[in-house]
T-cell receptor, first 111, second 118 residues
Framework: KQEVTQIPAALSVPEGENLVLNCSFT??????LQWFRQDPGKGLTSLLL?????REQTSGRLNASLDKSSGRSTLYIAASQPGDSATYLC??????????FGKGTLLTVNP | GAVVSQHPSRVICKSGTSVKIECRSL??????MFWYRQFPKQSLMLMAT?????????EQGVEKDKFLINHASLTLSTLTVTSAHPEDSSFYIC??????????????FGPGTRLTVL
């Protein structure tokens, strides 16, 4: 059974800092990995999708890497802003369309 | 494009009543929809996979008679929590996968429904 772990559970940084969120998964037989953003009491917004054959994806200030063999992914956020404050979820895509989620990292960017 | 809506966004009900939650894909057709449940500070847990025109597939540990899923059209799936109890209080989120795209590459998520059972 796939298990996804995210570290740290919470992170507080001053505005402008670069930061890294970590995600690990136990079964390396994945199809893809996604990073989502979730605001309090809201649904999910997809940030980046990395296919199993890819090593990284970039979108604006966000960069996600994938090391399938070691079961790890990182989400790098450059020049953080208060508007980046949210919970960031990592999800691994397996067979039959299923996504397995981590518990998330609660990010607070202080002005 | 690719908007998924859920209704209601929030519901409070008495223990023992049934609650229906709707999930709609507004601008695309979705052969497959998914229902997740999220407890505070926990992961989203997949409850079931809903396929248009056929029975839903439930994850291990999810009671299919308690969580009734109907996917009657390519744009609508409903989740009915029957005889709700306080332990069913949770945040329910659906997602929809556009028809023909295959795999998990494109799941669009709804805004979620907060269920509180008194």
């Amino acid at each position: 059974k796939q298990e996804v772990t995210q570290i740290p559970a919470a992170l507080s940084v001053p505005e402008g800092e670069n930061l890294v969120l970590n995600c690990s998964f136990t079964d390396s037989a994945i199809y893809n990995l996604q990073w989502f953003r979730q605001d309090p009491g809201k649904g999910l917004t997809s940030l980046l999708l990395i296919q199993s054959s890819q090593r990284e994806q970039t979108s604006g200030r966000l960069n996600a890497s994938l090391d399938k063999s070691s079961g790890r992914s990182t989400l790098y956020i450059a020049a953080s802003q208060p508007g980046d404050s949210a919970t960031y979820l990592c999800a691994v895509g397996g067979s039959n369309y299923k996504l397995t989620f981590g518990k998330g990292t609660l990010l607070t960017v202080n002005p | 494009g690719a908007v998924v809506s859920q209704h209601p966004s929030r519901v409070i009900c008495k223990s023992g009543t049934s609650v229906k939650i709707e999930c709609r894909s507004l601008d695309f057709q979705a052969t497959t929809m998914f229902w997740y449940r999220q407890f505070p500070k926990q992961s989203l847990m997949l409850m079931a996979t809903s396929n248009e025109g056929s029975k839903a597939t439930y994850e291990q540990g999810v009671e299919k008679d308690k969580f009734l899923i109907n996917h009657a059209s390519l744009t609508l799936s409903t989740l009915t929590v029957t005889s709700a109890h306080p332990e069913d209080s949770s945040f329910y989120i659906c997602s929809a996968s556009p028809s023909g795209t295959g795999r998990t590459d494109t799941q669009y998520f709804g805004p979620g429904t907060r269920l509180t059972v008194l």
